[in-house]
Nanobody, 127 residues
């Protein structure tokens, strides 16, 4: 069955970096866009970034542009989110999800575009 498993979260100081991984199984990663979302305590889940399949085109939320980079390695069935210059407001549970389509929309990911979700990995940015 379709599975997405996130890893790489942890505690980091402001200004630090983390790289999250999303390991996919049960489907052909090449055929789908993949998105990253995050959810802070008491807040709605928000879209962070998306990467299309064939073109590798990317989309970012304004809040992370210039700091986060999404990439994919279809041979390893894995999508990555490199997070630099982390801020306390980046704290939350980070989820990866499979898009209905192979491409990303021209705006930050919206939940209704995604059909399968991972369990999430906690990221805490604090001194």
């Amino acid at each position: 069955q379709v599975q997405l498993v996130e890893s790489g979260g942890g505690l980091v100081q402001p200004g630090g970096s983390l790289r999250l991984s999303c390991a996919a199984s049960g489907f052909t990663l090449d055929n789908y866009g993949i998105g990253w979302f995050r959810q802070a305590p008491g807040k709605e889940r928000e879209g962070v970034s998306c990467i299309s399949s064939s073109t590798g085109g990317t989309v970012y939320a304004n809040s992370v542009k210039g700091r986060f980079t999404i990439s994919r390695d279809n041979a390893k069935d894995t999508v990555y989110l490199q997070m630099n210059s982390l801020k306390p407001e980046d704290t939350g549970v980070y989820y990866c999800a499979r898009n209905h389509n192979y491409y990303c929309s021209n705006f930050a990911p919206r939940k209704y575009e995604y059909d399968y979700w991972g369990q999430g990995t906690q990221v805490t940015v604090s001194s």
